[in-house]
């Protein structure tokens, strides 16, 4: 079977669903160790990294996103980690481009190779530096045919644009996301700004990803969107925020948190806040739409079920499913049998449970790395 290109599925079927978090569930799996958070659970656990690509294809996603993420050399020895001294990106990108794959060909999803930022930049060591970093992680991409390039979680435009420049000498489709809100990237350039410069690199996707929680992200896309427009240009617009409440945060999100990063779950999104977020992202023009970390599958499931009808069809996973609580007409306890429908559980504003939880207080808007 011949598949759709990720242009072919934006331009004909309308929407691509992207998958959800791999770092944050394989950490609470413990198949990665949260701190350094690289993904050498490619090659030491590659079941885990497999049933999760599973979980999020048979949720709905059309792209099974190669688990790469902070895979650059550099990285996997920043900080005295010893990751690096065990294993290559390229020997970890190899994996998980199998990986990938082997699920994608269970259904009719894409694989896009992920590729993010490196300590290289930051520690000011140049251009040549930052974009041979790239290559180590493109040419295992390319020796694998992925189907496209996802260079996400920059934080610097300047290097975004560089790692687009030599994504683009692969001849793949690039997309390319930030993980910036609405104060625009570290160097201060705003959202706007940062969409055009990425649009003008030659990625025919732009958006953001992780940091941020949705309701920000909308915000944030928003801009980019008006920026794009001022200018003529017109990519795909891409979400895939983080699944967690941080909309008091500063430039830095949700890492300002007190809870981040191993106390985040009183501030996950649920189900309803997922559809209410797609549907916003869809009418806001953002044709691919996906989740980053905090993402589970069932987040995933209610993108796909939200945007049902634009896609032409149902995820495997809602046969177990009817949204908005329907099933619960089949409970034996009366009073839940009541809490069916959209308007119930939309309005419903969920408790932590604690006796005096705070609200807006447990985060450093001033933190700043």
Known sequence: MVKKSLLERLSEDGVVVGDGGFVFQ???RGYVKGGPWTPEASVQHPEAVKQLHREFLRAGSD????????????????????????FTCREINDAACRIAREVANEGDALVGGCISRCPSYAEGKGKAVVQAQAREQLDVFTKHKVDFIIAEFFNYVEELEW???????????VASTMSIGK??????????????????????????????????????????????????LKPYLMTQPNGYHCPETGR?????????????ETRLVTR???????????????????GCCGFEAYHIRAIAEELAEERG???AASDKHEPWGAANRLSTVSYLQTRVGREYWQDLVP???????????????HSYD
């Open 313 to 315: 069809k149902w995820p």
């Open 163 to 173: 790692v687009i420049e030599e994504a683009k000498k692969t001849g793949l489709i």
């Open 252 to 264: 830095n999100g949700w890492s300002c948190c007190s809870e981040y990063p191993f106390a985040m």
């Open 351 to 365: 408790s932590s449970g604690r006796k005096a939880p705070p609200t807006y207080q447990n985060y450093d808007i």
């Open 272 to 290: 309803a806040d997922v559809h209410k977020f797609a549907r916003e992202a869809y009418k806001l023009g953002v044709r691919y739409i996906g």
């Open 26 to 28: 394989l950490e609470k």
């Open 63 to 86: 792209v099974m996103q190669t688990f790469t993420f902070y895979s650059s050399d550099d990285k996997l020895k920043f900080g005295g980690n010893e990751t690096g001294n065990i």
């Open 183 to 232: 104060f625009g990237d570290k160097a201060g350039v705003p959202p706007g700004q940062c969409a055009v410069r990425m649009a003008r690199a030659g990625a025919a996707l732009v958006g953001v990803n992780c940091l941020f929680d949705p309701e920000t992200t909308l915000e944030t896309i928003r801009m980019m969107k008006e920026g794009l427009d001022a200018e003529g």
